[in-house]
Each structure stands twice: as C-alpha cells, then as structure tokens.
C-alpha cells in the first residue's frame, strides 16, 4: 500500500491509478433537469387536489360487505359462500368500458367506466361461470334497469377441466324461459339487482382510489 501512495504522488502510474472519476453528467445539466420537469409535477398536484377537493375517500370495506374481498395490483375477486358453493366475483379496472361524455353535458365531467366482469359458481360437480358487462347509457334501455348487469355469455367447467377449453354459449340466444330460470337462479344467490347497484359503486370507488394513488406515484416518482 505504501509504494501505491509513492506512485500516486508522483511518476508515470499517477494518471493512470490514481485518477479522480469525473462525473458525466454535471449538476447543473442535472439541475435543469429537474426544473424542467416541475410543470409536470405541478400539473399532478393540480389533478390530486381537483380529484380529492371536497371528496370523501372512498370506504371499500362499505361495499359488497357479504363478501370478503382480494386484492391483487388492479383485479378484485369478491367472495362468498352458500351452501355448498362458492362464489367468486372478478374484475379488472384495466378492463372497464369508457363511457363517452354526454352531448348536452356543461363544462368539464369526470370520464365514466363500466366494469366488466365474470361470476363464478362452484360445487364439487363443476363450475358454472357467467361473463357479465353493464349496458351503455346510450342504449335504448328502460331507465329501471340502467343499473343491472347484463349476461353476455355462459359455460359450464368440468372438475379438472381447463378454462379455455370449455364450450360457452352466447346468452342471449338461449331460450326465453332458460334465460330467465337462469336469472333466478343468480337472484338467489343474492347476485340481483341491488348486487348490481353496489357493484357499480364499488367499482367506481376503486376506480377513484386507484387513479388518485397513480397521480401520486408519478408526482413522488420525478
């Protein structure tokens, strides 16, 4: 070590061993930087502030309370049991239908978003899994059932059978009174019309939550 520290003095191995790294990027390119980039964070704060301003934050314990909730990133899973079966309800908030904004809408209106989603029911015989979405508001649908869910298709699982392998049939086409059993079936497993209002909520208060906390994210993140 002591002949290291002679040749760092002096001699031909100083430049060569004992050298101080220079930095390729300066402070003040550094700092530049970083102004450059306070529009942006100012424009965060400025979106956390109007999507908080006079909110409550949402309480999602409140809703579906029958049901124990699992959360994972962006997808949701609700879960009972009855009787023997046990159902699941998922849905993803990257899988959501946007809604347009009303033409006789004034001013600026947070977007709106319709959660798609499936239902499963299982048994030891099998699962039954509906594929559920909410109609748009531009249908021409009566106003009573502008909130309740709507079935877009059905399949049954076998035991051990793979998901994707199994047959699913388009809803709508099955028979008048098939469809209805079908619905009154779900309605006594409580997946009626004031499970469909709630799930509405529901999604909407995650929806909120979670875009609230990547504004966050982003602003801490620069």
Same mark, same amino acid.
């Given at each position: &070590?002591?002949?290291?520290?002679?040749?760092?003095?002096?001699?031909?191995?100083?430049?060569?061993?004992?050298?101080?790294?220079?930095?390729?990027?300066?402070?003040?390119?550094?700092?530049?930087?970083?102004?450059?980039?306070?529009?942006?964070?100012?424009?965060?704060?400025?979106?956390?502030?109007?999507?908080?301003?006079?909110?409550?934050?949402?309480?999602?314990?409140?809703?579906?309370?029958?049901?124990?909730?699992?959360?994972?990133?962006?997808?949701?899973?609700?879960?009972?049991?009855?009787?023997?079966?046990?159902?699941?309800?998922?849905?993803?908030?990257?899988?959501?239908?946007?809604?347009?904004?009303?033409?006789?809408?004034?001013?600026?209106?947070?977007?709106?978003?319709?959660?798609?989603?499936?239902?499963?029911?299982?048994?030891?015989?099998?699962?039954? &899994?509906?594929?559920?979405?909410?109609?748009?508001?531009?249908?021409?649908?009566?106003?009573?059932? &502008?909130?309740?869910?709507?079935?877009?298709?059905?399949?049954?699982?076998?035991?051990?059978?793979?998901?994707?392998?199994?047959?699913?049939?388009?809803?709508?086409?099955?028979?008048?009174?098939?469809?209805?059993?079908?619905?009154?079936?779900?309605?006594?497993?409580?997946?009626?019309?004031?499970?469909?209002?709630?799930?509405?909520?529901?999604?909407?208060?995650?929806?909120?939550?979670?875009?609230?906390?990547?504004?966050?994210?982003?602003?801490?993140?620069?």
């Amino acid at each position: &070590m002591n002949v290291l520290r002679s040749l760092c003095r002096t001699g031909a191995l100083a430049k060569k061993f004992c050298q101080t790294p220079v930095l390729k990027t300066s402070l003040p390119a550094i700092q530049t930087r970083f102004l450059s980039d306070f529009p942006l964070v100012s424009a965060l704060e400025n979106e956390i502030s109007h999507e908080s301003e006079g909110k409550e934050v949402p309480d999602l314990v409140s809703f579906l309370t029958e049901y124990r909730k699992h959360i994972k990133g962006t997808n949701v899973v609700l879960q009972k049991e009855f009787g023997n079966e046990t159902i699941k309800v998922t849905f993803d908030l990257n899988n959501q239908q946007e809604l347009p904004p009303s033409d006789d809408s004034t001013g600026e209106t947070p977007p709106q978003y319709l959660p798609n989603f499936s239902i499963e029911i299982a048994k030891p015989q099998g699962t039954l &899994m509906f594929n559920c979405y909410f109609p748009n508001p531009e249908e021409e649908l009566p106003e009573s059932i &502008m909130d309740q869910y709507v079935i877009d298709e059905v399949k049954y699982v076998k035991p051990g059978q793979d998901v994707d392998t199994a047959y699913n049939t388009d809803f709508g086409n099955l028979d008048t009174v098939l469809i209805a059993e079908f619905e009154q079936y779900l309605d006594r497993r409580g997946l009626d019309q004031h499970f469909s209002s709630e799930l509405l909520q529901a999604a909407d208060a995650f929806e909120q939550k979670y875009y609230i906390d990547f504004l966050k994210d982003v602003r801490d993140f620069l």
